[in-house]
C-alpha cells in the first residue's frame, strides 16, 4: 500500500477527506492529511511541506488548493511552481472550492438535510457553491450552519464515486489517483 499525504487548506478541508479513508484504501493508498491552516500558507509553504512528508517516507504528496476566484484551474495551480513537476507530487485543484465536490453527490446532500435535492448540472462551475450549499442547509433547517458543520454533515454520507458524475475536478482528482496507485 502507498502512503499518500494530503496537504489541505484548513480544517474544513480535512474534515471531509478524513471519513474517505476507506475509499483511499481501495485505491491502494494509506491516507494522511495535513492542514496549512489557509491558502496562502499552504502556496507559501509548499516546500516545507514537500521535504516534511518526504522525510516521514510518504510516497505521493497531495496538495489541495481551491481554485477560488481564478480563472481556471491551470493558473491556481502555478501557485505552486515550487513544488511542481516531481514525480511524488500530486496537484489537486479544486473547482471553485471543497463545496463543490460536495454538491456534487446529490443523495449525501437529500441524507444530510432530510430532502431531496438535484444539482443543477456540472457543480464546478456553480459560481458560488459555498451560498448554495448554506441555502441548500437553510431551507432544510430554517437556520444556517459553519462550513465546517455542513461540510461534516455531508462528508459522513459522501461518495467519491457518485460525486464523479457530476464534478470533472473530482474526477481528475479520482483519475490521477488511479494512475499513481499503479496496477
Known amino acids: 500500500m502507498k502512503r499518500l499525504a494530503l496537504v489541505v487548506e484548513g480544517p ?16 491502494g493508498f494509506s491516507l494522511s492529511v495535513t ?6 500558507r499552504l502556496i507559501r509553504d509548499a516546500p516545507k511541506h514537500l521535504a516534511a512528508h518526504r522525510e516521514a517516507g ?4 497531495g496538495f489541495v488548493l481551491d481554485q477560488h476566484n481564478d480563472d481556471c484551474p491551470p493558473m491556481t ?3 505552486l511552481l515550487a513544488v511542481r513537476g516531481s514525480p511524488d507530487v500530486l496537484i489537486v485543484v479544486v473547482g471553485r472550492c471543497l463545496e463543490s465536490w460536495l454538491l ?10 432530510g430532502r431531496n435535492y438535484q444539482c ?4 464546478d462551475v ?4 459555498v451560498r448554495v450549499i448554506r441555502d441548500v442547509f437553510y431551507r432544510s433547517r430554517g437556520q444556517y ?19 464523479l458524475l457530476n464534478n470533472a475536478t473530482l474526477r481528475r482528482f479520482r483519475d490521477r489517483l488511479v494512475v499513481l496507485a499503479g496496477p
Open 145 to 163: 450552519l459553519s462550513k465546517t458543520e455542513i461540510v461534516r454533515a455531508v462528508s459522513r454520507r459522501f461518495d467519491l464515486e457518485r460525486g
Open 35 to 40: 492542514t496549512a491552516h489557509n491558502r496562502e
Open 58 to 61: 510518504q510516497d505521493i504528496i
Open 12 to 27: 474544513t478541508d480535512k474534515s471531509f477527506f478524513q471519513p474517505l479513508r476507506s475509499w483511499f484504501e481501495g485505491l
Open 104 to 113: 456534487a453527490d446529490e443523495a449525501a446532500i437529500s441524507e444530510a438535510t
Open 77 to 79: 495551480a502555478r501557485r
Open 120 to 123: 443543477q448540472g456540472m457543480t
Open 126 to 129: 456553480v459560481a458560488d457553491p
